[in-house]
Nanobody
Framework: QVQLQEVGPGLVKPSQTLSLTCTVSGGSISSNNYAWTWIRQPPGKQLEWMGHIHNNDIPSYMPSLQSRAFISRDTSKNQLTLQLYSVTPEDTAVYYC????????????WGQGIQVTVSS
C-alpha cells in the first residue's frame, strides 16, 4: 500500500521560503495513475487544494498560489516537493501530500500532515 510522509520545518519566518518534501513508499512517484498533490488546511478553515503533478512534470496550481508556489517530483528519490515563496502568517496550516486517481472524488492516499507555522 502506498504511504506518504511529509518532512520539513515546523516554523518559517515571514518572507522566507517554505520547503516541504513528501516521501513516497509502496508506489512510484512516476506513476501516471495518480495526481500527486499538495493540500493544506489553515486553522479553522477548509482543506485547500494547492496544486499537483499528473501525467507530466508540468504542475497545475491553485490560481491564487501560482505566482509563489512550485511543485516538483524527484523520481530518483521517489519524492514530491513543495516550495512556497514569500510566506506570511496566513500560510500557517497543516500541509498534506496526497495521491488521487483523476475523476474520483476522494483521495486514495494521504500523508499524516505536518504543522507549519509562519511567525517571526
Amino acid at each position: 500500500q502506498v504511504q506518504l510522509q511529509e518532512v520539513g520545518p515546523g516554523l518559517v519566518k515571514p518572507s522566507q521560503t517554505l520547503s516541504l518534501t513528501c516521501t513516497v513508499s509502496g508506489g512510484s512517484i512516476s506513476s501516471n495513475n495518480y495526481a500527486w498533490t499538495w493540500i493544506r488546511q489553515p486553522p479553522g478553515k477548509q482543506l485547500e487544494w494547492m496544486g499537483h503533478i499528473h501525467n507530466n512534470d508540468i504542475p497545475s496550481y491553485m490560481p491564487s498560489l501560482q505566482s509563489r508556489a512550485f511543485i516538483s517530483r524527484d523520481t530518483s528519490k521517489n519524492q514530491l516537493t513543495l516550495q512556497l515563496y514569500s510566506v506570511t502568517p496566513e500560510d500557517t496550516a497543516v500541509y498534506y501530500c496526497a495521491a488521487k486517481r483523476p475523476g474520483t472524488s476522494d483521495y486514495d492516499y494521504w500523508g499524516q500532515g505536518i504543522q507549519v507555522t509562519v511567525s517571526s
